[in-house]
């Protein structure tokens, strides 16, 4: 059977060179309506056996005319047609995987679980990452334990090489990154969900050299739909974005002065729109290109056969200079291939619209991690109140 990835940008690619290497797939096609990104695409998928068309994702009478032979599609576009893809996958009879990034988006995706059922088709929403990744971990976390009173989620892409002013580096859209620090996050606390402030609850955080001084900070879209899934199962749940220290300070100080704002502006009668003048300023000032590395730490308040403990999974994923994939290429578009690789040798075999937390099974999953050198360092120690 063949798959079908749509968006020729980092993450495409990725999933494309993923699939080719490792899944069981007849072809691999990669869909995009530029031909300049198709192009630059195929430099890194040289040795792989994948046909490229130039096709508008808008265009439905044609995107059905190219699925008629699909087993998986994936989308690496936008979030904002993953409502019409669902559809669209549904009508034409295949499994479909997107990464997410809006929870909106996700929820008018579930609203279609009857019609997927009823196509025998399966549905996997925001499986790159955070949300992703994490939520696997999560699911892991939750089977694996009698109690779970706490699980705190931290993830950072950052560049290996900093430089100031901010010390980041633009690894994704920065409409997307201040949208992530604008929009209000949610948490899981006992039972509610609540929506509070990204930018806020700063903490330090601390990993192996040379990353022993970082900082965490409440952003949106990481949790996705996990507080709904384990509401009656997880006490408090979160999600924090990791930075090199002194990040959030610096952000937040910006978007307080309202340059984060879409209300345009009148500057010497010119209409001027904030937000289109910081993301300039972002593009012109902030890498983005460079060695990157992926840090993740998840740490879950337990109790087993009434033991508590304090688990904690770590990861440090680095640039690979073998194959020119960044750290946040191989940790977000993975994880996508192997999902579709599950679904075509029916692993995963339930129809309907599911979360990675409450589909993809976690061994699995950390095992074809490993496969690919994205390894985790899982510990358990005694839990202590002042941990």
């Known amino acids: 059977m063949n798959v079908y990835v749509l968006g020729a940008g980092l993450m495409g690619r990725t999933i494309v060179y993923d699939l080719c290497h490792h899944a069981s797939f007849d072809q691999v096609f990669l869909l995009d309506a530029n031909q300049t990104r198709l192009d630059e695409a195929q430099e ?31 989308s690496a576009v936008p979030y904002m047609y993953n409502v019409e893809l669902t559809k669209l996958a549904i009508e034409t009879g295949c499994h479909f995987i997107d990464l997410g990034g809006n929870n909106d988006v996700v929820q008018k995706q579930r609203s279609l679980h009857e019609k997927a059922i009823t196509q025998q088709v399966t549905i996997i929403p925001d499986s790159g990452l955070a949300p992703g990744l994490v939520s696997i971990i999560t699911k892991a976390i939750v089977e694996g334990y009698d109690r779970v009173h706490s699980v705190r989620l931290r993830v950072g892409g950052l560049p290996k090489n900093p430089r100031p002013p901010l010390e980041y580096q633009l690894v994704f859209s920065p409409n997307g990154l201040i949208n992530e620090y604008l929009e209000d996050a949610i948490v899981l606390d006992h039972g509610k969900i609540r929506s509070v402030p990204s930018l806020t609850d700063l903490e330090n955080i601390h990993f192996s050299k040379p990353f022993e001084q970082m900082e965490a900070f409440i952003t949106s879209g990481g949790c996705s739909t996990l507080p709904a899934t384990y509401q009656h199962r997880i006490g408090y749940l979160d999600y924090k974005t990791i930075r090199y220290p002194g990040h959030c300070t610096k952000m937040k100080t910006m978007l307080d002065l309202g340059l984060g704002n879409t209300d345009p502006i009148t500057i010497d009668e010119t209409s001027v729109v904030p937000r289109d003048v910081l993301i300039e300023l972002l593009k012109k000032s902030l890498p983005s290109t460079g060695e990157d590395v992926v840090l993740l730490k998840v740490i879950a308040d337990v109790e087993k056969e009434n033991k508590r403990w304090l688990v904690e999974y770590e990861m440090i994923d680095w640039f690979d200079n073998k194959t020119s994939l960044s750290a946040m290429m191989r940790t977000t578009g993975f994880p996508v291939a192997i999902t579709a690789d599950f679904l075509e040798k029916g692993i995963i075999n339930t129809s309907g619209v599911y979360c990675p937390e409450e589909i993809i099974p976690p061994a699995l999953m950390f095992e074809e991690l490993e496969k690919r050198n994205i390894h985790f360092t899982i510990s358990q120690k005694p839990y202590k109140e002042d941990c």
Request: proline share 0%; with cysteine.
């Open 44 to 74: 890194l998928l040289s040795n792989c056996n994948v046909k490229y068309k130039q096709v508008d994702v808008t265009n439905n009478s044609m995107m059905k005319q190219e699925l008629h032979d699909a087993s998986v599609l994936i």
